[in-house]
């Protein structure tokens, strides 16, 4: 049974900093997903990487691959006050599956 | 362009009671899932589908049907709620195929209260 799983759980962190969400996952898989969920809302997509070594970037955030290591990270950096949310990562185990298994989450909370 | 529709948006039941969430997307989608969300545990599959006829358990199905009669529609049934059932309840949907990065769509979800 695939388990995902997120740290930090909690992230609180002064504007101008760095930090990195980990997020990793029990078996095999080559597709991870990473979301943002603002509080009330609905999730949105924010990175798709589809291969080990897969790296995309948008604005201050930057997501990761590493399938032999069963880790992707999402990198912020410089945070400012618009990224306080709650970020998502979701894994589908393997070719042939359509179960997309999410981790907790990690609640980003950025401190002007 | 609607995306994926869920109705309604909020429901309070009584123990016992039955009802129905509606999905419906209009992207033309194979695949479709239904989770729920509650604090600290992330998202949960619940059910989900891989074409119109078709349905699967997910991590959480005890206590839910689903059914999808049409492409575009996936249904969550409760047939006797439970405050336990008491969550935020998301559809969301994917495309199949080569050359799809296979990227959820969700919609907006169901806040449901069982008292």
């Known amino acids: 049974e695939l388990k995902v799983e997120q740290n930090p759980l909690f992230l609180s962190m002064q504007e101008g900093k760095n930090y990195t969400i980990y997020c990793n996952y029990s078996?095999?898989?080559?597709?991870l997903y990473w979301y943002r969920q603002d509080p009330g809302k609905s999730l949105e997509s924010l990175f798709v990487l589809l291969s080990n070594g897969a790296v995309k970037q948008e604005g201050r955030l930057m997501a990761s691959l590493d399938t032999k290591a069963r880790l992707s990270t999402l990198h912020i950096t410089a945070a400012v006050h618009d990224l306080s949310a709650t970020y998502f990562c979701?894994?589908?185990?393997?070719?042939?599956?359509?179960?997309?298994?999410f981790g907790t989450g990690t609640r980003l909370k950025v401190l002007a | 362009n609607a995306g994926v529709t869920q109705t309604p948006k909020f429901r309070v039941l009584k123990t016992g009671q039955s009802m129905t969430l509606l999905c419906a997307q209009d992207?033309?989608?194979?695949?479709m899932y239904w989770y729920r969300q509650d604090p600290g545990m992330g998202l949960r599959l619940i059910h989900y589908s891989v074409g119109e006829g078709t349905t699967a358990k997910g991590e959480v199905p005890d206590g839910y049907n689903v059914s999808r009669l049409k492409k575009q529609n996936f249904l969550l049934g409760l047939e006797s709620a439970a405050p336990s059932q008491t969550s935020v309840y998301f559809c969301a949907s994917s495309s199949a195929g080569d050359g799809n990065t296979g990227e959820l769509f969700f919609g907006e979800g169901s806040r449901l209260t069982v008292l």
């Open positions: 078996t095999t898989s080559d597709r």
């Open positions: 979701a894994v589908v185990p393997g070719p042939g599956t359509y179960k997309y298994i």
């Open positions: 992207m033309n989608h194979e695949y």
